[in-house]
């Protein structure tokens, strides 16, 4: 069970969703990382004979606000423990009628409204890379999961824009109007960091938004509160571990997309100017870059 070899499958559970019931040979193990803690310890285990590491996003608790999530130690540590993929549940508030409360959004791309973009990559102090982040959401792995959403009739769309906004407060109306007439789709707090910083740890990554309410642009609605929040997201805990243990056994076992090669042509840096310390800290990822590079003999 605790062979990192092995290409995991994680699942970052946002707001609600701090259990999986179907996980079986369950463990809680605590990891270290040079970036801090991550939120909380990772529950690896299995799903019909795939093995997974759970990461509840504010803590089993919740205890961490939105802008007080350390992105590169949860990533990190899903990428020690042999994570090949990461699948993250987030409650959403929509942009536009069509996406109802308890919708599935799976969305293909980002806008970033966050004030945090320095700690949303693992590079620097010595190491420069620059990875193609034009399309931000693995479709190999959004694709496998619409197939099983479908598959067990929940209302779901094809693709979408999440605009990541800092909160903690909620929008305000002239904000949330903004975002509605720019055409995007729903609004979170937490999936852009996380999924920059997994891009950059050659993890595939994609989001299941899971629409709790209409945010503060639609008039003849009630604006968002923690109370419409919680009724719903209670309501799309169920069917998102319905969808996760249908998709998880149909997630190829081979890392076959873009995603898992994507700092192989992203590195400025030659490896021997490489800080010691930093290439240290940044093992995990820079291992297997290393290691093509070797297999290609390119130098």
């Known amino acids: 069970m605790n062979n990192c070899s092995t290409r995991r499958i994680g699942i970052i559970g946002g707001s609600g969703l701090y259990q999986i019931e179907s996980l079986t040979r369950k463990e809680w193990v605590k990891v270290k990382t040079p970036f801090g803690n991550p939120s909380d310890e990772l529950l690896l285990g299995e799903i019909a004979g795939r093995e997974v590491v759970f990461l509840p996003r504010h803590g089993r608790n919740h205890h961490l606000l939105p802008s007080e999530l350390n992105h590169r130690a949860n990533i990190w540590a899903l990428k020690k423990l042999g994570v090949a993929w990461i699948i993250s549940v987030s409650a959403v508030g929509s942009l536009q009628t069509r996406y109802r409360p308890r919708d599935i959004v799976f969305v293909n791309q980002f806008v970033d409204r966050t004030k945090k973009s320095a700690e949303h990559t693992f590079f620097g102090r010595g190491i420069v890379a620059h990875v193609a982040f034009a399309h931000p959401v693995c479709d190999e792995l959004r694709r496998t999961l619409m197939r099983s959403a479908r598959a067990l009739k929940a209302r779901i769309h094809d693709g979408g824009t999440y605009v990541n906004m800092e909160g903690p407060a909620f929008s305000t109306q002239a904000e949330s109007v903004l975002n509605h007439q720019a055409g995007h789709a729903v609004i979170g707090m937490t999936n852009l960091g996380e999924a920059r910083c997994a891009r950059e740890a050659e993890i595939a990554y994609a989001t299941m938004a899971m629409v709790t309410d209409y945010d ?68 995990p990822l820079l291992k297997p870059v290393l290691a093509r590079q070797r297999n290609s003999g390119a130098h």
């Open 216 to 283: 503060a642009w639609k008039p003849d609605e009630a604006h968002v509160t923690v109370d419409l929040v919680i009724e719903n997201l209670r309501r799309n805990a169920e069917q998102a571990k319905a969808i996760l243990a249908h998709a998880i056994p149909r997630i190829a076992h081979e890392e076959t997309c873009s995603c898992h090669a994507s700092l192989s042509q992203a590195i400025l840096t030659p490896p021997p100017a490489w800080p010691k310390r930093v290439q240290a800290d940044l093992s």
